[in-house]
């Protein structure tokens, strides 16, 4: 058989992850999105070693995940070492147990090498298309350099807007192109 029908009454269980995230794909993108909602996963230094990721919606290749409002999730840094630098990511994590069909998300701290140079590289990561049956991806959120035993972080993701946001943004578009037309 190959129509299908989603979101229709069929008389048995039939919505899979795999038919949502085809929708959310063709809705929002096959990219990696940050969502706006929640605390947008913003990160919260707690200790040089402790780092609070807060509330947020993602989308990454059609899978949602999230940490719900209100909550959060810790991410522990290894120590850093005197007069040392190293770069670390923060990613979340998708991965996929093929044998037992089971999806799962976790953010997870990926480990860079130390360097006496300041110009640290940032630790590779697997970068899979989960679309197209990857079993793993990595959608990186921040960066952690370390300098010594002090850690600053840095945000990789935007936050992608919304639809009411950016049909707000082509109507000001359109008051600026009916004024400039009036002039």
């Known amino acids: 058989m190959a129509v299908e029908i989603i979101t229709g009454h069929t008389g048995k269980e039939h919505v899979t992850a795999e038919a949502a995230g085809a929708l959310h794909a063709g809705v929002i993108g096959t990219g990696k999105y940050v969502l706006a909602g929640g605390d947008q996963f913003a990160a919260e230094i707690v200790s040089n070693n402790l780092i609070k990721i807060k509330s947020g919606e993602l989308v990454n290749q059609g899978r949602h995940m999230r940490i719900p409002v209100n909550s959060y999730e810790e991410v522990t840094i290894q120590n850093g070492t005197q007069k040392m630098y190293r770069s670390d990511l923060i990613v979340m994590r998708y991965k996929k147990n093929t044998s037992l069909q089971v999806e799962s998300a976790e953010l997870v701290v990926i480990k860079g090498k130390a360097s006496s140079s300041i110009q640290t590289s940032v630790p590779s990561y697997v970068n899979g298309n989960i679309l197209s049956g990857a079993t793993q991806d990595d ?39 009916t004024a400039k037309l009036l002039t």
Not at 150 to 174: A, H, N, Q, W, Y
């Open 139 to 177: 959608f990186p959120l921040y960066r952690v350099s370390l300098s010594g035993l002090t850690i600053s972080v840095t945000k990789l993701f935007s936050v992608s807007p919304t639809i009411e946001m950016l049909s707000k943004r082509i109507d000001d578009i359109g008051k600026v192109s």
